[in-house]
């Protein structure tokens, strides 16, 4: 049979550009949780208290919290393509400089010289989540945002998972510097195909088909505002439903750096695992969280066909989050050490089930400065960083693990309650932004 060739099927470049982002999503958490999975090694041979490793962890939650905003601002202005490329440039060298210094120094100034690495691996880091987001709204339909931010978080949790998986076997034989060194160089591979394959914008990619472009236009993408003025920017910081949602990160991120940052730890001191077994326990959280991040992500867009934007977007977080805070209480007193890591796993996957609203939510009030608005947010998200890796570092190496996840416990009831005022289906209301995308 002779296949016409108006019946052949065009290419969609948008999915091509996204894959790219899901691939940078991979490499970003494993350079994140890099540290947390070498920290049992580190701790030892470099003479540090667990406190010095909140410290180091902070430092990266320090920079990489204080730039999210400003980050997402220049990202909107410089464009996605060289945003990305540099960020992750910079990235990749942070990341190598760390397993590295130990050779050259000792003491206060390896300290010192710790420090500064992880906090330039936040700087890099800052804007990739706002950015992504930017590139997503371009890209993708708006019915497809909260899908896409699923997938994109579950890409981030599936790096941390291969981070503990691939780290600890590595780290056993080659030791943890060699480790983290030639693991930190595989994303060049992925930055040179973005900058020359990316684009910021559909418009300015070549192979885009005119029927993509109608596609997008018909379904109401918007292209990021390069021209964010000082009033619009004033708008998003006054924005009562950007505020919500950022408070309500806020507290729900206190449970994510618990989860994210020491599982492996918790389960080796408090729960007596070996390393190689808590290794492969710590493995289980990040996959759970990738799972919940796509099942939450999906399942928010069909809500949100069933119920419409405004409860469709509500209805996962009000039932994820107090869901997580009762699966922290079933670790604190479970008698059972694999249960509790089963309770870990489905607590971090809850946990992350609420992404794709939290992060769709902003995109459909922000539109056209997604970037920016985004950035709120994850400033937001990262306080909880900023506020919970010291309590952590300090009430774990006290010995008081129990009393960090009741805190989480708190903390997601709080996250859960913000939701009731948060209304996604308000646009800001700007002269100069587009119209809301259609519901």
Known sequence: MTIRPAAIAQPRIRWRIFSMLLAFATCVYFQQRSITVAAERIM?????????????????VLSYACLQFPGGIVGQRIGARRALTGMMLLAVAATAVMPLTPWVMSGTVLFVALFASQ??????????????????EAWLPPNRWALAQGLHTFFLQAGAGIATAVLVPLIALLGWQSALFWTALPPLAIIALWYWYGRDTPREHGAVSEQELAELSIEGSASPDSSISLA????????????????????????????????????VQERHFATLEGGVLASLPPF?????????GWSTEILRKRF????????????????AGALLLGVVYSANAYLAALALTLAYGSIELTEGAYWASTMR?????????????????????IIGIPIVAYLSGHQAWNAALIL????????????????????????????????
């Open 119 to 136: 906090f330039l691996l936040g700087v890099a880091h800052a804007p990739f989540m706002p950015v992504c987001a930017g590139v997503m």
């Open 365 to 385: 009030i922000a539109q056209a400065d997604t970037m920016a608005a985004t950035g709120v947010l994850n400033t937001g998200g990262n306080i909880g960083g």
């Open 232 to 267: 619009r920017v004033g708008k998003i910081l006054a924005s009562r439903d950007i505020l919500l949602l950022t408070l309500s990160y806020i507290s729900m991120n206190y449970v994510f750096y618990l989860l994210a940052n020491w599982c492996f730890l918790y389960l």
């Open 288 to 296: 759970g969280a990738a799972l919940g991040a796509g099942l939450g």
């Open 408 to 439: 989480g416990t708190v903390a997601a009831l709080v996250a859960a309650g913000a939701w009731f005022g948060i209304d996604a289906s308000r646009p800001m209301a700007t002269e100069d932004t587009l119209a809301a995308p259609p519901a």
């Open 44 to 60: 030892p041979e470099l003479s540090l208290t667990q406190m010095q490793i909140g410290w180091l962890q902070w430092a990266f």
């Open 308 to 323: 419409g934007v405004r409860w469709g977007y509500r209805l996962i977080p009000l039932i994820a989050l107090p869901m």
